[in-house]
């Protein structure tokens, strides 16, 4: 599970650091709605790619893999 979670935490911190969403500490910062609605095909594609860099470990941990399926 402690694998698992590091892992988890990496994904999720590479997802975050090329993510183009900008963020003002903890809050979000909010965007003009047509400037939202543009993004979201490009976050969608960044997060399909960050996740396929780590696919196979993801897959490969059993915490993981539970976690996935149930989603």
């Known amino acids: ?3 698992g ?3 988890v935490e990496e994904f999720m911190e590479s997802w975050m650091k090329g993510s183009r969403s900008t963020t003002d500490g ?3 910062v909010m965007e003009d709605a047509n400037a939202v609605g ?3 095909a490009a976050e969608m594609k960044h997060l399909q790619e960050c996740y396929e860099r780590y696919r196979s470990r993801l897959e490969a941990n059993p ?3 539970e976690v996935m399926q149930s989603l």
């Open 1 to 3: 599970m402690e694998e």
């Open 38 to 40: 543009a993004n979201d």
């Open 26 to 28: 903890e809050d979000a």
């Open 5 to 7: 979670a590091r892992l």
């Open 63 to 65: 915490w993981c893999r």
